[in-house]
């Protein structure tokens, strides 16, 4: 790979412009990680908390199973519901048990008597929790059988609400510095073309093809892009291994944070981790290669 | 071989450059183009290389009507038709190897290819033993001897060289001339334009002798008859 070669040489030659163009790959790419990063993560806790039920229907004493058998069938009818499920006032003695297992005296208070069954309903789609709301604030007979209705809206609008917060912001951030590193490897490309103006005149007079003469301009600028995504995929990588503890102990109660956070080693903290330089390494190619491309066309005209 | 069938060439805003110029060079010959600044010297050079397109008429180098390639494709005809500048042309910041080597890079030889025809046209213009030093450690002469192996280097068909002995003292540019020949003397083209009159009359090659874009006299051992006509005219 004579060009490859050539570009290297290029870059020994003016280190300094180098160095800007990886740079600003580099803060680009580790701006750009770090929200996807934070994307995914969000996606993941909004996937756990729409995973759980979303609406609990608590029902009167003398609401029978069919009074919430007759309430799941008008719910999952809506196809809206992802489970409906009916607790019984055991099972909610049960889940009240083990939840309070080291407080021996409020588990002598309770017997399943005095707890209430219920309806845990999920939706397929955070959307359609109002509609779902609706649909049991208007049930038949409503007052007859349900005692009380909970449900985590809040919770989930906050984080939906989050979650496209640093969709928007890091998407526009991330934006401004793509377009900030393609213009200073567009500059920096087309510096390097203005100075070797004598050479490239010369390789055109001994016959070197256009590509010849082109493809050192573009492997250079996809190196910074390469380089750029390297570095910032290391400093990612080596922030959360860092802080994992710190992460942990946010995130004990989501199972997936805990399986890939608990050990660095593992194969999918690794196969995250290679998919992660995967996708930065194939944004930096592209944006640096993009760059340069720009200027080959603008100043290398034959 | 180089046709010119009736080639004209105007720059734009200016009087022509080259007017209906009709000549055949065949394989193998050693050409002086002569006349004063502006007779159409360099143009004939640039037409030959395809560093320009003819008004009218048509330039035909071997089996390539040079109109007709398309700019993607000149490069093929420059690995065949090398050109040798007064100015050299080298690049500084390389050494002497290196400034050879390119002519054999854009053919994409490997290290070793490179290394062995370079040493040997190295030897052939009597550079052999300062491969390492870059241009500006060296002579004037020894630039265009750089220079000269640069354009010879992969073996072109076709040898141009405008005003290669500009530069240089009487002896430096019969050295340099020397070497030409013996190119030609291995097959290739050689076509040269010159204002050295001493040169002319001395070698007695072909002589092309060009006025005002046109041709003035085309000799098989001609002599130096332009300048001599201006100077008379002076």
Do not use: C
């Amino acid at each position: 790979m004579r060009t490859l070669k050539t570009a290297w040489k290029h870059i020994r030659r003016s280190p300094y412009q180098a160095m800007a163009a990886t740079l600003a790959m580099f803060l680009t790419f580790l701006l750009t990680g770090f929200f996807f990063l934070t994307s995914v993560a969000s996606a993941v806790i909004l996937q756990y908390f729409e995973g759980k039920p979303q609406i609990t229907v608590f029902f009167r004493d003398q609401a029978s199973q069919e009074d919430a058998s007759g309430l799941t069938t008008t719910l999952q009818a809506s196809g809206k519901t992802a489970q409906v499920r009916y607790v019984t006032k055991e099972e909610a003695l049960a889940t009240y048990k083990t939840l309070f297992q080291n407080d021996p005296l409020l588990l002598e208070m309770v017997t399943a008597d005095i707890l209430p069954a219920s309806l845990e309903v999920s939706a397929t789609s955070p959307q359609y929790l109002d509609d779902l709301a609706q649909t049991i604030a208007s049930y038949g007979g409503k007052g007859d059988i349900i005692e009380e209705v909970v449900y985590q809206k809040d919770v989930v609008d906050a984080l939906i609400s989050w979650s496209n917060a640093i969709k928007v912001i890091g998407g526009v951030l991330a934006g401004l510095l793509a377009v900030d590193a393609l213009l200073i490897v567009m500059t920096v490309i087309g510096m390097k073309i203005a100075l070797r103006r004598d050479e490239i005149e010369i390789l055109k007079l001994v016959g070197a093809s256009s590509w010849y003469i082109r493809l050192p301009f573009l492997w250079e600028g996809a190196l910074y892009g390469i380089w750029g995504a390297t570095a910032s995929w290391a400093v990612l990588i080596g922030v959360i291994v860092w802080m994992r503890p710190v992460l942990l102990s946010f995130l004990e109660a989501i199972p997936v944070f805990v399986t890939v956070l608990s050990n660095p080693t593992s194969t999918i903290f690794l196969t995250g981790s290679a998919a992660l330089l995967g996708i930065l390494l194939v944004t930096g190619f592209l944006l640096g290669i993009i760059g340069s491309a720009v200027s080959v066309g603008r100043y290398l005209k034959f | 071989m180089i046709r010119f069938d009736h080639v004209s060439k105007h720059y734009p805003g200016h009087r022509g450059a080259l007017s209906d110029i009709t000549v055949d060079i065949a394989d193998g010959e050693f050409v002086y183009l002569i006349g004063p600044s502006g007779a159409g010297k360099t143009t004939m050079l640039r037409l030959i290389m395809r560093d320009l397109i003819p008004t009218s008429g048509t330039v035909v180098v071997d089996e390539w009507k040079l109109s007709s390639i398309p700019t993607s494709q000149i490069h093929h005809l420059r690995r065949r038709v090398r050109t040798v500048y007064q100015d050299f042309k080298l690049l500084t910041d390389r050494t002497v190897y290196e400034n050879v080597a390119v002519g054999l890079e854009v053919l994409g030889k490997n290290e070793r290819e490179i290394a062995k025809d370079v040493i040997k046209v190295l030897s052939l213009v009597n550079l052999e033993d300062k491969y390492g030093l870059f241009p500006l450690q060296l002579s004037a002469g020894e630039q265009q001897r750089v220079s000269i192996a640069r354009a010879i280097v992969g073996g072109p068909k076709i040898l141009l060289a405008d005003e290669p002995t500009g530069n240089l003292d009487p002896d430096t540019a019969g050295e340099i001339l020397d070497i030409l020949e013996e190119v030609n003397s291995i097959g290739t083209t050689v076509i040269m334009a010159t204002h050295n009159a001493s040169l002319v009359n001395e070698r007695k090659k072909r002589t092309l002798a060009l006025d005002d874009g046109s041709i003035h006299s085309d000799e098989a051992k001609g002599r130096y008859h332009v300048q001599k006509k201006k100077h008379a005219n002076a």
